[in-house]
Structure formats: C-alpha cells, structure tokens
C-alpha cells in the first residue's frame, strides 16, 4: 500500500481510536489524528512482521490493523502525558 494510502487510512484509523478510546484524551483531535497515521505505519509494519502479509488496498483488515495500530499509540502517548 502507497504511502498516500496510509495517511488516508491513519485518519480514519486515529478517529476511530479516538472514539474507541474510553477516558478524556489531552491531545485534542490533531494530536490523535496524527498518532492515527502513526499508529497505520506501525500496525501495517506489525501485520507484515507476524505474518499477516503485506496490505493490499484500503479494506477491512488494513483498517483493523491501523485502528489497532493507532489504538497502540494512542495509550502510550495517554501514559506518557499524565
């Protein structure tokens, strides 16, 4: 998957980690938005690592997989900043 992809993707995956995420967040919606597209590079980086192959498209499971990705980040960076 193109690099354009997955900031495209990573948007959509920080929303969906926003509003997945239980608690008040500190960063604000830019912050997560950009821990989303983080969160996409990781979570595709992990999916290749453990197997899963490599994306192929905007779909489902690259969805999946950078919401988790982006879910990661997300508690991470809420541990670090309180």
């Known amino acids: 998957m193109g690099v354009f992809s997955w900031i495209i993707l990573g948007l959509l995956a920080g929303a969906l980690a926003k509003w997945l ?32 192959g490599p994306a192929t498209g905007v779909n489902i499971g690259s969805l999946v997989t950078a919401t988790l990705g982006a879910f990661i980040l997300l508690f991470i960076y809420n541990k670090f900043i309180r």
């Open 21 to 52: 995420m239980p608690g008040d967040d500190g960063g604000g919606w830019i912050a997560t938005m950009g821990l989303g597209i983080g969160g996409a590079f990781v979570g595709g980086w992990v999916g290749a690592f453990i197997g899963l």
